[in-house]
């Protein structure tokens, strides 16, 4: 089955930094990936999406990177600001579905 | 757009009580998702509908959950007797399946089971 990781639960960085958050999956065969952001108390908000076809994608300052070879994606968050702080959960599909599997999680803290 | 519709936001109720989630997808979604999240397991995908049949109960943890979509504007998630395990966040999210498969989340249930 899939399972999808983090490298760390908590990541605190300073306002105005930028901000890189990891995730590897397991299955080769995964070929869609999105970042949620959870803010407290709210559910997940779609951030950004890469297809297995694209190694990078950019967004308003967010960008996606995918390591087929490694099966590892990052999120890098430029100039992070305070209303950046939320948990952060890579996401996976196989095979054109559209069953998402969801990595464990990486906490941002932005410090003033 | 109101998004993806949830009730209630929080439910207390006592171990051995049933206890039903709703939610109304967005307007022309046709894939719906229930997914549970806990501080020990992250977010779990529980089951999920694509035009209103089930599709993957897999994550359903016991019989005591059940779902059922009557049609493309409303589901619910029964859990029947409740456990204090069963103590979590529930999400329901909808998608328009064939699309970029972009779920979109509802402000969740939050359950206390005592």
């Known amino acids: 089955g899939e399972s999808v990781g983090l490298h760390l639960p908590t990541l605190s960085v300073q306002e105005g930094d930028n901000s890189i958050i990891n995730c590897a999956y397991s299955?080769?065969?995964?070929?869609?990936f999105i970042w949620y952001k959870q803010e407290s108390g709210k559910g997940p908000q779609f951030i950004i999406d890469i297809r297995s076809n694209m190694d990078k994608r950019q967004g308003q300052r967010v960008t996606v990177l995918l390591n087929k070879t490694v099966k590892h994606l990052s999120l890098q968050i430029a100039a992070t600001q305070p209303g950046d702080s939320a948990v952060y959960f890579c996401a996976v599909t196989t095979g054109g579905g559209n069953k998402l599997t969801f990595g464990t999680g990486t906490q941002l803290k932005v410090e003033l | 757009d109101a998004g993806v519709i949830q009730s209630p936001r929080h439910e207390v109720t006592e171990m051995g009580q049933e206890v039903t989630l709703r939610c109304k997808p967005i307007s022309g979604h046709n894939s719906l998702f229930w997914y549970r999240q806990t501080m020990m397991r992250g977010l779990e995908l529980l089951i999920y509908f694509n035009n209103n049949v089930p599709i993957d109960d897999s994550g359903m943890p016991e019989d005591r959950f059940s779902a059922k979509m009557p049609n493309a504007s409303f589901s619910t998630l029964k859990i029947q007797p409740s456990e204090p395990r069963d103590s979590a966040v529930y999400f329901c999210?909808?998608?328009?399946?064939?699309?970029?498969?972009?779920?979109?989340f509802g402000p969740g249930t939050r359950l206390t089971v005592l």
């Open positions: 999210a909808s998608s328009l399946r064939g699309s970029n498969n972009e779920q979109f």
């Open positions: 299955n080769s065969a995964s070929d869609y």
